[in-house]
């Protein structure tokens, strides 16, 4: 749900703007602190592919486009803080470079998928982790969907008050159509967490200092 420029209104994408730069520096401040160095090829990993899948792109409505972000497979490996900056990273770089979603919205985008998708996905993981692996399982496939239904509830909010469609089909197409690509989010991050946690079960949910 990249959204380009131009279609949201000054005030909103303004005020966007300015609540993304602190954020993302609290994050950033964050994780220097309590990222493991033992994780950093898995960000590498993790953020390329990331990186690929936001790429395949499909139209909504009102400019926007629909796809997988990843937000809550980033939270769940590298730890929500990190997976903020590193998605913060692959939308700076999609906006800059290859014109996937706006200079003047950057900032929107950040908070819908980088902050907001990455926490809310990250939800179902903390609080249902450690309860068996059936209800892990299902807090990865919750994560995934809700990471990416609140980062497109956010979206359509924000182009609904800068006027750029109806507001009821806008909310329509953008929360039906993410619903369902929510699930193929939910499947991924569910098949690609079972992998790493083969691989090396540490790299699963890593405890954030306080």
């Not at 939308?91 to 706006?102: K, R, S, W, Y």
Request: aromatic residues 8%; glycine residues 10%; contains cysteine.
């Amino acid at each position: 749900m990249h959204i380009p420029d131009g279609f949201l209104s000054v005030p909103v994408w303004l005020s966007l703007d300015l609540a993304a730069i602190p954020s993302v520096g609290y994050f950033v401040r964050r994780t220097q602190r309590v990222f493991e160095d033992s994780r950093i090829p898995l960000l590498g990993v993790l953020g390329s592919f990331v990186f690929a899948a936001q790429m395949i792109n499909f139209p909504v409505m009102a400019g926007t486009s629909g796809h997988l972000i990843g937000g809550a497979l980033l939270a769940f490996t590298l730890g929500p803080s990190a997976a903020t900056v590193v998605m913060t990273a692959i939308l700076c770089v999609q906006a800059l470079v290859f014109q996937d979603g706006g200079i003047l919205a950057l900032g929107a985008n950040v908070v819908n998928m980088a902050v907001v998708g990455v926490w809310v996905g990250y939800l179902p993981m903390k609080l249902l982790n450690g309860r068996g692996p059936r209800l892990r399982s299902l807090a990865a496939f919750l994560g995934g969907w809700l990471s990416l239904m609140a980062a497109a509830l956010l979206a359509a909010v924000e182009l609904s008050i800068s006027a750029m469609a109806p507001s009821g089909p806008l909310f329509v197409s953008m929360l039906g159509i993410h619903a369902v690509t929510g699930v193929a989010e939910g499947l991924i991050t569910v098949v690609t967490l079972s992998a790493i946690q083969r691989l090396n079960s540490a790299y699963v949910l890593p405890r954030e200092a306080a």
